[in-house]
């Protein structure tokens, strides 16, 4: 890949909730803003969920995953 993704983020109030802001090529090219969402779910669970900003102003979710820790 030839694009370097820069973050930039900050935990909610509840410090569950990882929000990462980043600008990027969509898969056509063109330039625009991406939110990766980490929310920690209980002692070995986490999910991932990332979204992107459309031309009429709404995120939309376009992959997300569950980590689940081994014992």
Known sequence: MHNFWVYDGALDGTGATL??????PDIAGKMVKYRDVIELKSE?????TSHT??????????MAA???RRK
Not at 44 to 48: A, E, H, N
């Open 19 to 24: 929000n990462l802001d980043t600008i990027g």
């Open 53 to 62: 900003l459309g031309d009429d102003g709404l995120w939309r979710r376009f």
């Open 44 to 48: 070995g669970r986490r999910t991932l």
């Open 66 to 68: 569950t980590y689940l």
